[in-house]
């Protein structure tokens, strides 16, 4: 075990953000760091965790109405494959555009804010979006537009939870944040797939959208109640006027020219590529290749035995660095069991003939993926706290695009060859790819400081 203050990656075993070169000791931040951070008190950080996991739960349950439906809804307004995969690929277009612009807006202002106005938002487009569809003979327009609209509203979301993780929380508790956040994310898409496949066949896929456009806009208005009407929150502080901290072209250029800036988005891309390939296909699949099982049997126990996963990896992860094990060698084994092992069972999944096969491999494939929780998803805030908003929504916005590239490559192969087989084969491909640059290139180190070695450690 490598020593408890001198972790392997070169981190030197402190904890939370360095905004400035300043003297620190073993034992934690300085005064000045804490007060510049605005970490979250104990019981309002309790709070906003909880609340942050319901509304990812909601995000999750909105994202998925479609992709639960869109069966249904093809078969009621006569779309193709290629006219579904338009329709759900429309939600990665919107999806691209508001990734960096959410992650600064947050870095300047506070995440909290930004997740009120996002949440508002697409709680409407939702619910709003039945109306649409029966609108008139436009509708595989309209409801493209729809999730184009669902994308850019919902695009904000992570990148301000990527800027809270940075301000709010120290270092060896950020990967049991951000898998929280992730367990959400499957929690939201488990209710959306039970709930959603009961009330799909009890009062039609419009009701599906109505609910979750509804409680997502409670939770908007509760939100808004319980925590910034009062300006319980704390604004972000202290970096305004700091140019050496500023969103700058130099910065930018500067971190895009360092391998484990790039290894790091590469690997983030690919992963959530090949996740929301999974996301907006596998409905379709159990559907067409098991055509008299129960909707809500796949559509729940893959993301019910996520949960779990995805908390466990994030303690795991936070408990060995703490422990004194270097960030970086956890990072890249948490990532080794996300996009490696995973794949394993992926492509497994195309030799399997019978239902519980499918289900077991599908359940094991995306439990797995969660624990890049504690890898990819919270290097971000490694390597560059200081704008950790800003290029989450940077890779984030770039892993929107190629997942719009692999949805609608995946719809074309299912099309064309009328095999499951070689979607499988290339989610497999693309993750195989994108795990082995991140472990020849990752890193952990900081690298938003223009000198590392201003900074003492006592």
């Known amino acids: 075990m490598a020593d408890k203050h001198t972790s392997g990656d070169g981190r030197n075993g402190f904890n939370g953000s360095l905004l400035e070169p300043n003297v620190y000791t073993v034992n934690g931040c300085s005064k000045e760091e804490t007060e510049e951070q605005n970490l979250w008190p104990r019981p309002l950080a309790g709070k906003w965790i909880l ?11 909105a994202r998925m109405a479609m992709p639960i439906c869109i069966v249904s ?7 193709s494959k290629v006219d579904s995969a338009l ?28 997740l009120l106005i996002s949440a508002a938002s697409w709680s ?16 595989l327009a309209l409801m493209t537009v729809a999730r184009f609209l669902m994308g850019l509203m919902q695009g904000v979301f992570f990148p301000s939870l990527a800027s809270l993780c940075s301000q709010r929380v120290l270092e060896g508790e950020r990967s049991f944040l951000m898998s929280t956040m992730q367990s959400g ?8 797939g039970g709930m959603g496949s009961l009330m799909l066949d009890w009062y039609g896929w419009e009701s599906v959208f109505y609910a979750t456009g509804f409680l997502a806009g409670l939770w908007a208005f509760f939100v808004w109640q319980s925590f910034l009407k009062g300006e319980v929150a704390p604004k972000r502080v202290g970096l305004r006027n700091d140019s050496q901290w500023s969103l700058s072209t130099t910065l930018w250029l500067r ?30 699949y159990f559907k067409e290749s098991f055509p008299h099982e129960k909707g809500w049997v796949y559509n729940v126990i893959p993301w019910l035995a996520a949960i779990p996963s995805a908390l466990g990896g994030g303690y795991v992860a936070d408990f060995l660095i703490n422990q004194g094990y270097g960030v970086l060698p956890v990072r890249k084994m948490m990532q080794f069991f996300g996009m490696g092992v995973s794949s394993v069972f992926i492509m497994l999944l195309s030799g399997a003939t019978t239902f519980p096969s499918a289900v077991t491999l599908v359940s094991a ?3 797995l993926s969660t624990l890049s929780s504690g890898g990819v998803a919270v290097n971000v805030q490694d390597l560059t706290p200081s704008c950790a908003g800003a290029l989450y929504g940077f890779m984030n916005m770039l892993g929107a695009f190629m997942g719009l590239v692999l949805v609608s490559l995946s719809g074309y192969l299912i099309e064309v060859t009328l095999s499951w087989a070689n979607v499988f084969s290339l989610i497999t491909l693309v993750n195989a790819i994108g795990l082995g640059v991140f472990l ?10 223009k000198d590392y070695s201003q900074i003492t450690v006592i």
């Open 124 to 139: 409407l487009i939702t619910a709003g979006t039945p109306l649409l569809a029966h609108l008139g003979s436009y509708t």
């Open 185 to 192: 994310t499957h929690l939201g898409t488990l209710l959306a």
């Open 255 to 284: 971190l895009l020219k360092m391998p484990p800036v790039w290894a790091m988005v590469f690997a983030h891309m690919c992963m959530s590529s090949t996740s929301y390939t999974l996301l907006s296909w596998l409905p379709t």
């Open 73 to 79: 809804m093809a078969s009621y307004f006569h779309w």
């Open 51 to 61: 609340t942050l996991f319901v509304g990812t739960c909601l995000l999750y349950c």
């Open 440 to 449: 020849i290139f990752g890193d952990a180190q900081r690298v938003d400081v």
């Open 87 to 114: 329709v759900l690929g429309g939600f990665f277009w919107g999806y691209c555009f508001t990734q960096i612009l959410g992650g600064h807006a947050s870095d300047k202002v506070g995440g909290e804010r930004v």
């Open 365 to 367: 494939a995306i439990g």
